[in-house]
């Protein structure tokens, strides 16, 4: 069975710290995705990235950065100099093909960034 | 391209009362899910469509829920009787490959 764990349930940070965001994954699957996603206030789904299980480099995009760590079974996520407008739930996510690729989500983290 | 769409994306009824939420894949997508996160909870999947057909609907909670998606196109989700548990946002996605799932905006539902 896949299991996502996100243990922070809420984290609150002053503006233009840095936060990490935990995500550990289970899985019997040799090729699998994780996947980050955002949800601000407004209540959509906002996609953040995806990486599958062959691919263990680590990627940056502007403030955000992810490690993924096999040895671990981890894919955290990493805000930089965060902002107010970062606040919002991040959802980690695992996707494998013997689930027809259906979404296995974590229970999220409320990020509460502080002016 | 014009996004998966979700209509309403509100909706309040009362218990007992039946509702009908809707998603519009993006075209092409022969793939489409529906996920589900409750008040305070993980999102959790309902069912997969692969054209008209359901793949896997392990997720659907009781037979309160009914999904069907006409011609492979549109889906709708038929919640009879909704109860006061149903209330939280009603997701759909939709693929062409099936790693990579586009989300609607996502219809709340509020159950009183």
């Known amino acids: 069975a896949q299991k996502v764990t996100q243990a922070q349930t809420e984290i609150s940070v002053v503006e233009k710290e840095d936060v990490t965001l935990d995500c550990v994954y289970e899985t019997r699957d040799t090729t699998y995705y994780l996947f980050w996603y955002k949800q601000p206030p407004s209540g959509e789904l906002v996609f953040l990235i995806r990486r599958n299980s062959f691919d263990e480099q680590n990627e940056i995009s502007g403030r955000y950065s992810w490690n993924f760590q096999k040895s671990t079974s981890s894919f955290n996520f990493t805000i930089t100099a965060s902002q107010v407008v970062d606040s919002a739930v991040y959802f980690c996510?695992?996707?494998?093909?013997?689930?027809?690729?259906?979404?296995?989500w974590g229970a999220g983290t409320k990020l509460i960034i502080k002016p | 391209e014009a996004g998966v769409t979700q209509f309403p994306s509100h909706s309040v009824i009362e218990k007992g009362q039946t509702v009908t939420l809707r998603c519009d894949p993006i075209s092409g997508h022969d793939n489409l899910y529906w996920y589900r996160r409750v008040m305070g909870k993980e999102i959790k999947f309902l069912l997969h469509?692969?054209?008209?057909?359901?793949?896997?609907e392990s997720g659907m909670p009781n037979n309160r829920f009914l999904a069907e998606r006409t011609g492979g196109t549109y889906s709708t989700l038929k919640v009879q009787p909704a109860e006061l548990e149903d209330s939280g946002v009603y997701f759909c996605?939709?693929?062409?490959?099936?790693?990579?799932?586009?989300f609607g905006p996502g219809t709340r539902l509020t159950v009183t």
């Open positions: 469509f692969v054209k008209e057909s359901k793949q896997d």
């Open positions: 996510a695992l996707s494998v093909m013997d689930s027809n690729y259906q979404l296995i």
């Open positions: 996605a939709s693929s062409h490959s099936e790693v990579e799932q586009y």
